[in-house]
């Protein structure tokens, strides 16, 4: 692993990027916050200010501007999938240079979408695990006692991880060379405090976070409880979505269990709360198409019937009527 420090921009400083960004620039490296003008002007006056169980309290120095403007090394996509498409002017292609952009957002659909705009070989899949909040531009607040994040480093060509049948136009073309820079960049992030760990198959990562997520986000949001409370009062509903989203990602080519899904569930914090849940009670937008979404039309692609989840995702389509 190099021991050169890294310049690394991040485009949407929120839960996930702010406590990224602070853990990077804490340890030593050069972070780029890219957002909206209010934004970059408190995090370039203030820093970001993270208050961790698991890091401690404390307060990192990083630049900020509205548009990336020189090359860097990483770059970290943590927007939510509905501001994707609209941030990704904050990130022009022709200034990144040899940067990964590493997205690590919730879907699946976004891949596809950062394949089309920038080297689709610099792209690599990352998921994380982790409940993290900005309570105020710069403030973020880690309410998890882990977090966790994988990246796609396949030794060989491998197909994107699209809900539907992939697009052979967006597939990345990885080989060793491309690993290597993976590897230090895991290895900086592991430095910064985080777990972070490698994975050979791109499809089987994506889905082993949606196949968490989804069920959990779709009923955590529709009942407004906690996971304590889903996996109590809402077990039958909870093990029908969890066979369902087995079954599709079966079909897709992923490994899935849905009795270790399940144990997973059954050991997660009982206070933890969807990001998806957290959004509706506040009123933004939330990542039901990019979840719960991208499940149904992956099952539609395959012939899988997802009553449990089908319902779910109408149901929070139309709170209103709820």
């Known amino acids: 692993m190099t021991t050169t420090p890294l310049t690394v921009a991040v485009l949407g400083p929120g839960g996930v990027g702010g406590l990224i960004g602070g853990l990077l620039a804490r340890d030593g490296h050069r972070v780029v916050c890219l957002a909206g003008e209010r934004t970059a ?30 090359p860097v090394d990483a770059v970290l996509v943590t927007v939510k999938e509905t501001a994707l498409a609209a941030s990704l002017d904050r990130l022009p292609a022709h200034v990144l240079g040899a940067a990964l952009v590493v997205p690590l957002l919730n879907g699946l659909d976004h891949m596809a979408v950062l394949r089309e705009r920038y080297p689709a070989a610099r792209v690599v899949a990352g998921t994380i695990r982790v409940e993290t909040t900005r309570t105020a531009p710069g403030r973020i607040e880690h309410t998890s006692p882990f977090a966790a994040i994988e990246l796609a480093a396949p030794s060989g060509p491998t197909e994107p991880a699209t809900s539907t049948a992939p697009a052979t136009s967006t597939a990345p073309a990885t080989s060793d060379e491309l690993r290597r820079p993976v590897e230090e960049f895991a290895g900086q992030l592991r430095h910064s405090g985080l777990t972070v760990t490698l994975r050979e198959d791109e499809t089987a990562m994506l889905w082993s976070k949606l196949s968490f997520l989804a069920p959990l986000a779709l009923l955590t949001t529709r009942h407004t409880s906690d996971v304590g409370t889903v996996r109590t009062k809402h ?88």
Not at 258 to 275: E, F, K, N, T, Y
């Open 41 to 70: 002007a408190v995090l370039a006056r203030d820093g970001l200010h993270v208050r961790s169980g698991q890091f401690g309290t404390f307060t990192a120095e990083v630049e900020a501007v509205t548009e990336l403007s020189e």
């Open 235 to 322: 077990r039958p509903e909870l093990l029908a979505a969890l066979d369902e989203i087995t079954a599709v990602a079966r079909a897709v080519g992923a490994p899935a269990d849905a009795q270790a899904l399940l144990a997973v569930i059954d050991r997660a914090p009982g206070a933890m709360r969807s990001s998806m849940q957290r959004d509706a009670e506040a009123g933004r937008p939330t990542e039901l198409d990019a979840t719960g979404g991208a499940v149904l039309r992956a099952a539609a692609a395959h012939g899988i019937a997802v009553p449990t989840l089908a319902r779910l995702v109408a149901e929070l389509s139309e709170p209103a009527e709820r």
